[in-house]
């Protein structure tokens, strides 16, 4: 088995989070890719982000019917701040021992990577894959992760929540059953 974890907080999810974990499926011939969300992201301020219930609600919102990708309430049933050690820790002895594991991030995540709990350990643990991102550099030198161009899909929560504080629509932003829970709960607002 090929399975890739894609932690984050997804404050939304849109459709660049879509795209990746759709080409990471057909380039690293992926068996199923696991959205992970965070409950209080490590190295992020928790001012602003939806409550991890709605968030998780939203992802499984947006895979429904997408065989191949699932949701884990892991860090969220813990309910205090995760790193990504433990989550591919608990992974790696979850899924059966030839299972191979994948850790998915934009090339944003990239910069901060040193700065991360045990980041020696975790690439240890699977395989650390970055895409590329609008603005951000790839660093393709950095040993032992795999680096994917991807294409430009320049979308992130940010926008999508200025959007909606704005008035303005996110239509092609995200699902649009995102979009409709969204707009029936309120959201971002």
């Known amino acids: 088995m090929r399975i890739a974890i894609f932690g984050g907080t997804f404050n939304p999810i849109h459709k660049g989070h879509m795209c990746l974990a759709k080409q990471a499926t057909n380039t690293l011939k992926l068996n199923k890719v696991v959205f992970v969300p965070a409950y209080i992201p490590p ?48 992974f790696k002895k979850f899924f059966p021992k030839n299972t191979q594991l994948f850790f998915l991030a934009g090339a944003d995540s990239l910069k901060g ?29 950095t040993p032992r992760i795999k680096t994917i161009k991807m294409a430009a899909l320049d979308i992130s929560s940010t926008h999508v929540r200025e959007c909606i504080k704005k008035d303005k629509s996110i239509t092609g932003l995200v699902p649009k059953t995102v979009a409709d829970y969204i707009k029936s709960k309120n959201l971002y607002r």
């Open 43 to 90: 190295h992020k301020s928790s001012q602003g982000i939806m409550d991890a219930d709605k968030r998780f609600h939203m992802i499984e919102l947006a895979i429904s019917g997408k065989a191949n990708f699932s949701v884990s309430r892991y860090e969220i049933d813990i309910k205090k701040k995760v790193y990504s050690v433990d989550t591919a820790t608990h």
């Open 113 to 141: 990577l040193g700065q991360w709990k045990d980041s020696d350990k975790l690439i240890d643990i699977c395989e650390f894959v970055v895409f590329s991102r609008p603005g951000f550099e790839l660093d393709t030198k």
